[in-house]
């Protein structure tokens, strides 16, 4: 996300990256869905605090949010700033038209699938680019590329791949 230079969505001032990410300070981190929102809709703990669910914004900003519901503060953000200028600051925080029209619905299942959907595309885009520049061929690897995991018996411990203990 930070690759992005995202924008504020009240003020339209480029986001503190630095500050943001700094462990001090976790404020700077908003569920675009509000936790205490999704608590109310009957969204289970855990289902709420996911990538696809956070962005960066202002201390004020955050506040500001509290536990509406996005349909209500976007609305009042395209009524302050203009809807291109929302679209805009939401573009930054890589929150596409697909994304704004599901938050416009208060729909948390379309918005995470949309938001998802371009943190991925834009996640392959960087590790792409990152295999370009060390020698790599700077081609992402698409999911038909990777060999699936063998089926885990049941009750046993899947593999860890990741670790080398």
């Not at 300070?25 to 908003?30: C, I, P, R, S």
């Not at 885009?125 to 590329?145: K, Y």
Request: charged share 25%; net charge negative.
């Amino acid at each position: 996300m930070s690759y992005e230079k995202p924008l504020d969505l009240n003020t339209g001032l480029v986001i503190d990256v630095a500050d943001a990410l700094s462990w001090q300070n976790g404020k700077q981190f908003h569920h675009f869905f509000p936790r205490a929102y999704l608590k109310k809709e009957g969204v289970k703990s855990g289902q709420d605090n996911v990538c696809g669910n956070l962005i960066m914004l202002s201390a004020i900003t955050n506040n500001w949010i509290s536990d509406r519901r996005p349909s209500a503060y976007l609305k009042d953000l395209a009524d302050w700033n203009g809807e291109d200028v929302l679209r805009e600051r939401l573009r930054t925080c890589l929150i596409e038209e697909d994304a704004y029209q599901a938050a416009l619905r208060d729909d948390y299942d379309g918005f995470l699938r949309a938001r998802s959907e371009t943190l991925h595309r834009r996640l392959m885009a960087l590790i792409g680019s990152a295999a370009g520049s060390s020698g790599g061929g700077g081609t992402p690897v698409s999911s038909s590329d990777v060999e699936p995991d063998p089926p885990v018996a049941a009750g046993s411990e899947p593999l860890d791949r990741d670790s080398v203990d």
